[in-house]
């Protein structure tokens, strides 16, 4: 009776299909994804990048990707989404086998910086419109929690396993199999047939959305996303000059994903519950802290405090504030409103990074000042 009570509380029980698939095809992506990403910047440290050259690497990723997502949607839209997320595949291993390369030839960056793109534009436009489409709105909190959980238990496994095979065999092996499992993650998308009707979408009509003054609001609020890209690149690099170590470091993030899932399920319970913008702000406030734990953190103990509230409090942020956005998705144009918050989103990784490049030209060295960006950036979610 207990499992059955918990089972029913915090689980979604109505999923359709196309959100099963979904739920199982990014299970099996985001463990090839999980072993490896948190390393990529630390892999390019190694080849000899500097933090600068590493921020620039990121700005042309989501430069491209701010003019390519109207076309990822149009793409989207005219074969599927399923299909749209399965036509990344090869982009991303692309990226992969890129980054390997770049020491044998500086081709390999632009290749790089290129195919990451072409995988952004072609994967997160299906996906997110996969979900908002058919996502069922009672239980939204739910499903986008459940998938968060699915997410985080892969990330449990990966970065610990990841960290371990980097310290025994290094990089190469690694991208090999990781690029392995990527192609075995659309497998659950070509299960069943994907039902769809090809609509127009406007590339002109998309681009006209980000300047219109009604949008600004919300515009705003998703750039907020850019302290998100502080967390994924700048402080990986953080945590391998404190610790040093992969298989520590794959440790360290295992661990802390793992006692931050363990209230997931909750967040996402309440998230169909309570107000989702009360709860929004209360979870910036509390990433505001983290933030300010990072600026203070230089110890190995201090790193893993300030990693795991960080990804506490994130939660608390993503599931209502991506619950409200799928909501208002399904209520318009779900593809027009998920490419402007892909435009956006890309908006605010530019902006934060061109941000971070002036500030260690004035503090060179100064990783506190960078976290404190990320705490002001988190501060825009407020306004969704």
Known sequence: MFLKNF???YFAGKMSREVKELFLSTAILDFAVSAVSIFEPIYLYTIGFSVEKIILFYIAVYAIYFFLAPLG?????????????????????????????????????????????????????????????????????????????????????????GGIFLTIFGFKPLFIIVSFLILISNIPLL??????????FSYKEAMKKIFIKENWRKLFAYLGFGEEHIALVLWPLFIFLVIGEYDKIGLLVSTSIFLATLLTLY????????????????????TLLSWILKSLAFSALGVFVADFLYRVTK??????????????????SVMQEIIFFQMALSLGKVLVSILALILLFFFPGNWAMIFILGAIMSLLYCLM
């Open 7 to 9: 089972f029913h509380k």
């Open 73 to 161: 949607g149009k793409l989207a839209r005219s074969y599927g989404y399923e299909h749209s997320i399965i036509y990344s595949s090869p982009f991303l291993i692309i990226f992969y086998l890129s980054l390997f390369a770049i020491p044998y030839h500086p081709f390999f960056i632009a290749s790089a910086i290129i195919s990451f793109s072409l995988q952004k534009m072609l994967y997160w436009p299906g996906y997110h419109a996969d979900f908002a489409r058919f996502g069922k709105g009672k239980e939204r909190g739910k499903e986008i929690s459940n998938m968060v959980v699915a997410s985080s238990i892969v990330w449990i496994i990966g970065p610990f396993l």
């Open 191 to 200: 299960t069943t047939p994907e039902k769809f009707v090809p609509v127009y």
């Open 267 to 286: 967040f996402g319970w309440l998230a169909d519950r309570a107000p989702k913008r009360k709860m929004l702000k209360v979870g910036v406030g509390f």
């Open 315 to 332: 939660r608390v942020i993503y599931i209502p504030f991506t619950s409200i956005t799928y909501e208002e998705a399904k209520d318009k």
